[in-house]
């Protein structure tokens, strides 16, 4: 009932009295905070100072932290069991989607964080199954790229099949260019530059400049790949799911 009386009160109260009822409601909203034509339906709102929300919003998440100065702008959709997490002057241009799948399907905490003066631009698609971190003054820029943290790994024959998940971490002063797509479980160093069109599909460990790289065949199999993951031990999965081993940096 929380949820669905903040989505109202965000939508068709003006500024001020939307920021009086939100603070009666329990959430903490600061000063000066704007929001446009917009549905909140979340159970936990932390707005800083002077925050931006344009129109035609759609939040369906868990729970959004907005340091001050942040900017989101319009017709975007944020949607599932995942946090938003902004700090100061931190933007999220237009259009982008942003969606994690109920719990059962995935399981533990997933959040987006963008630090400092960080940006998302337009029309990007981020899945949440994991985390994704980005760092201070970075900028997922251009239009269509794409942030994968589950994929699927088929047997040679037959229904078997595994999914594999992995967070994916940018670092700061990174520029990612216009229709990058990132698999699962990459880690992107500080101050990296990647080319448009590429596809991030292994660690960027070294600062410079990135660009897509030819097609090539990898010899694998089924057991293989799963000698190599880490098995995620939750019985209420609906199915076998791995994780990328963690980093030994």
Not at 16 to 43: A, E, P, T, W, Y
Not at 71 to 77: R, S
Not at 137 to 148: N, T
Request: aromatic share 10%.
């Amino acid at each position: 009932m929380k949820k669905i009386l903040t989505g109202i009160i965000t939508f068709f109260c003006p500024s001020f009295l939307m920021r009086f009822l939100l603070r009666c409601m329990g959430h903490k909203i600061g000063k000066n905070v704007k929001v446009g034509f917009s549905f909140l339906v979340i159970k936990k709102i932390e707005l800083g100072d002077h925050v931006r929300i344009g129109h035609f919003n759609l939040f369906l998440n868990d729970r959004i932290t907005l340091q001050s100065n942040v900017i989101i702008g319009y017709l975007n959709i944020f949607k599932g069991p995942f946090g938003l997490i902004l700090s100061e002057k931190a933007a999220i241009g237009n259009k982008n989607y942003l969606t994690r799948a109920r719990l059962g399907i995935t399981y533990g905490e997933s959040n987006l964080s963008l630090g400092e003066l960080t940006k998302v631009t337009t029309g990007h698609h981020l899945d949440l199954t994991r985390s994704i971190r980005f760092g201070d003054f970075s900028i997922l820029a251009g239009i269509r790229s794409q942030l994968w943290t589950h994929g699927y790994y088929h047997a040679d024959q037959g229904k078997d099949r595994v999914r594999i998940d992995g967070q994916i971490n940018i670092g700061h002063n990174v520029y990612i260019g216009s229709g990058c797509i990132f698999n699962p479980g990459v880690n992107v160093a500080n101050a990296v530059h990647i080319g448009g069109g590429s596809v991030i599909s292994k660690d960027l460990d070294q600062p410079g400049m990135y660009v897509g790289q030819g097609l090539r065949y990898l010899e694998n199999n089924l057991e293989t790949i799963k000698l190599k993951l880490d098995r995620i031990e939750d019985s209420d999965l609906i199915e076998e799911v791995y994780s990328k081993k963690a980093n030994p940096k």
